[in-house]
């Protein structure tokens, strides 16, 4: 994914970070681990393998289950 910028998150156990909006859209794609995702009015169950799109403007706050990593590909628009 040479063309848009990672952003990569690890988190252990119980641990939780903001991601800020972006003006750009991303795909995040969870390679480890478990927990959930909140984003605008939207919570969603993380799991290894899931992807989503995250629409532009949107921001990410996750919340690791047990440990969890993320890769968010995003291009500013």
Do not use: R, W
């Amino acid at each position: 994914m040479s063309e848009f910028n990672m952003l990569i998150t690890e988190l252990g156990a119980g641990g939780e970070e903001k991601i800020k909006a972006i003006e750009g859209p991303s795909i995040m794609v969870v390679t480890a681990g478990g927990g959930t995702l909140m984003g605008g009015e939207q919570k969603v169950e993380l799991k290894e393998g899931y992807v989503f799109f995250v629409g532009c403007g949107t921001e990410m706050h996750l919340k690791a289950d047990e440990n969890l990593e993320v890769h968010v590909a995003y291009c500013v628009a």
